[in-house]
């Protein structure tokens, strides 16, 4: 008996999880997605493992060396401004939440000043569709990219799933501070999140 009470509670469970990614999926992140907890339940829910001796992003240390390419195509390591916070956002030119919400990134990049936090964007996407993107929707802030793959700069940035948008905050000493998955509604929300970067 006890045996099956431990296979039904874990397929319980494997459907109640099921269920919350579904609704995740189909209505976005409800307000619980939209806490600290709840970012740290989803990172946790969703975050397969690295592929063996990958580096990968953790909260409290520094950020390890991110491969990415210039929008010219040469591979060079993610540059992290010196002295400065930066909020590194994921995306791709076929998300629709990542598209939605580069508006309110653009504010919020624009409202920064010399010394706050430095937006980066690194497409997880082909070149010239990023290309012709940024070309029609100019973006203040600067933008690499990679070809998606298991050890993409997403899995270095510690989202080895590949769920876009998906963020990293850093402080000022390159140390990951926080990390989020789903998309920012406002400008106002992305200020609040990186609220707790010292400058």
Same mark, same amino acid.
């Given at each position: 008996m006890k045996r099956e009470a431990k296979q039904l509670l874990l397929i319980a469970s494997a459907a109640a999880l099921a269920g919350a990614v579904a609704a995740f999926v189909? /209505? =976005?992140p409800g307000p619980i997605w939209r806490t600290e907890l709840g970012q740290r339940a989803l990172n946790a829910a969703i975050q397969p493992e690295a592929p063996a001796g990958q580096a990968i992003a953790r909260r409290g240390e520094r950020l390890p060396p991110v491969p990415v390419r210039t929008l010219a195509g040469e591979l060079a390591p993610? %540059?992290?401004p010196p002295n400065r916070p930066a909020l590194i956002n994921l995306w791709a030119t076929w998300c629709g939440p990542c598209v939605r919400e580069m508006p309110?990134?653009?504010?919020f990049a624009g409202a920064q000043g010399a010394d706050g936090v430095q937006v980066i964007g690194v497409a997880l996407d082909d070149a010239e569709a990023v290309r012709q993107w940024l /070309? #029609?929707?100019p973006s $203040? +802030? $600067? /933008? +690499?990219r990679d070809d998606a =793959? %298991? #050890?993409d700069a997403g899995v270095v940035? =510690?989202?080895p799933a590949g769920v876009l948008p998906y963020s990293v905050l850093?402080?000022?000493d390159g140390r990951v501070l926080k990390q989020r998955v789903g998309p920012f509604d406002s400008a106002r929300e992305i200020s609040a999140w990186s609220s707790e970067v010292k400058m």
């Open positions: 189909i /209505h =976005g993610l %540059p992290l309110e990134l653009a504010a /070309h #029609r929707q $203040p +802030y $600067p /933008h +690499y =793959g %298991p #050890r940035l =510690g989202n850093l402080d000022a």
